[in-house]
């Protein structure tokens, strides 16, 4: 790259933009390394689940050993569609036995929208005096909060870090953006409430998220008739496919690890900063040889045979369609 070993900025410039494209033109599970497999327990009275800080989304998910189907938010408001599907009670709940994407969220868990303040903790001291900002943010009537920054106006407020915790002077209804400063530590956030002071873990953000956002799926049908059983749990198996992190220290963990490829995107990126005919054209052969280096290192790793079940005679088990089972 014609870049000094020592010269960790512009490098890792360089390293973030690679990766970024690479990690979008993947396929459906990403590259090699690049998906993991997470399990979360969910209840039929709160049947959600958020993913964490570093996944960009569910690829697929099983639930008591079967699979099922995950539609995106467009799904449910085709014309002819099946319409909003929303938790409900009836025989194994309404609707079928699917997950539905939902809004990308600020927090795993959504801010109580009475009567709470919100908070935070710092677990390094280092991070005094660093903030949070939350945008968008209403008071307890409902009317936008304003502050300014030296001279520039902020539509929400920020928070200080202080130890041990720092908390809102008021009521917050709701906020529809997080910008945290990079910090050496995790920041927790909590609700409190005004009234008796209790707290509610909202988020622990990590120390590298700046712009905080996670995906959330709604989980319909899992659910048994008994109105006693909404604190039943059910375990959700699931494979998620790995969101760009952005990196800055020789230790930070790499998405991508095939080197030869990352080169080459590093080198198409260069070529494509420099103001000659030929750039662009060599700027996409070597975006193209990187794309190939991860191709091969996908079918080298997990062999180039796609996994496909073909039934012959349908897949209408009676155990997928709750015949002979307890519920």
């Given at each position: 790259?014609?870049?000094?070993?020592?010269?960790?900025?512009?490098?890792?410039?360089?390293?973030?933009?690679?990766?970024?494209?690479?990690?979008?033109?993947?396929?459906?599970?990403?590259?090699?390394?690049?998906?993991?497999?997470?399990?979360?327990n969910i209840t039929c009275a709160d049947p959600y689940l958020t993913l964490p800080y570093g996944y960009a989304r569910l690829v697929n998910m099983?639930?008591?050993?079967?699979?099922?189907?995950?539609?995106?938010?467009?799904?449910?408001?085709?014309?002819?569609?099946?319409?909003?599907?929303?938790?409900?009670?009836?025989?194994?709940?309404?609707?079928?036995?699917?997950?539905?994407?939902?809004?990308?969220?600020?927090?795993?868990?959504?801010?109580?929208?009475?009567?709470?303040?919100?908070?935070?903790?710092?677990?390094?001291?280092?991070?005094?005096?660093?903030?949070?900002?939350?945008?968008?943010?209403?008071?307890?009537?409902?009317?936008?909060?304003?502050?300014?920054?030296?001279?520039?106006?902020?539509?929400?407020?920020?928070?200080?870090?202080?130890?041990?915790?720092?908390?809102?002077?008021?009521?917050?209804?709701?906020?529809?953006?997080?910008?945290?400063?990079?910090?050496?530590?995790?920041?927790?956030?909590?609700?409190?409430?005004?009234?008796?002071?209790?707290?509610?873990?909202?988020?622990?953000?990590?120390?590298?998220?700046?712009?905080?956002?996670?995906?959330?799926?709604?989980?319909?049908?899992?659910?048994?008739?008994?109105?006693?059983?909404?604190?039943?749990?059910?375990?959700?198996?699931?494979?998620?496919?790995?969101?760009?992190?952005?990196?800055?220290?020789?230790?930070?963990?790499?998405?991508?690890?095939?080197?030869?490829?990352?080169?080459?995107?590093?080198?198409?990126?260069?070529?494509?900063?420099?103001?000659?005919?030929?750039?662009?054209?060599?700027?996409?052969?070597?975006?193209?040889?990187?794309?190939?280096?991860?191709?091969?290192?996908?079918?080298?790793?997990?062999?180039?045979?796609?996994?496909?079940?073909?039934?012959?005679?349908?897949?209408?088990?009676?155990?997928?369609?709750?015949?002979?089972?307890?519920?």
């Open positions: 790259m014609g870049l000094c070993a020592g010269d960790l900025p512009r490098l890792a410039s360089y390293l973030n933009e690679a990766t970024q494209v690479l990690i979008s033109v993947a396929s459906e599970t990403g590259w090699a390394g690049g998906w993991a497999k997470l399990v979360f099983t639930l008591c050993k079967w699979p099922m189907p995950i539609f995106n938010q467009w799904y449910e408001v085709l014309e002819a569609g099946i319409g909003l599907q929303e938790p409900c009670t009836g025989k194994y709940g309404c609707g079928i036995q699917a997950t539905f994407e939902r809004d990308s969220v600020l927090t795993a868990v959504d801010l109580t929208p009475t009567n709470q303040l919100l908070r935070v903790y710092v677990t390094d001291t280092r991070d005094i005096n660093k903030r949070i900002i939350f945008t968008g943010a209403k008071d307890a009537n409902g009317v936008g909060i304003y502050s300014t920054d030296v001279q520039n106006q902020i539509d929400g407020f920020p928070l200080v870090f202080n130890s041990p915790f720092t908390t809102s002077a008021f009521i917050v209804t709701s906020f529809s953006g997080v910008q945290k400063d990079v910090t050496y530590g995790d920041i927790i956030l909590v609700q409190v409430d005004a009234t008796t002071g209790a707290e509610v873990q909202l988020a622990r953000y990590t120390p590298n998220e700046t712009r905080p956002t996670y995906r959330r799926y709604y989980v319909q049908g899992f659910c048994p008739a008994d109105p006693n059983a909404v604190n039943q749990t059910r375990q959700i198996t699931a494979m998620a496919k790995y969101e760009y992190r952005p990196v800055s220290q020789p230790t930070d963990f790499l998405i991508i690890g095939n080197i030869p490829a990352l080169k080459a995107q590093c080198e198409s990126i260069r070529f494509s900063e420099i103001d000659n005919p030929n750039s662009q054209a060599m700027a996409l052969l070597k975006h193209r040889q990187a794309v190939k280096l991860l191709s091969q290192e996908l079918a080298h790793t997990h062999g180039d045979q796609p996994s496909v079940v073909l039934a012959l005679q349908g897949t209408a088990k009676l155990e997928n369609q709750r015949i002979g089972t307890l519920w």
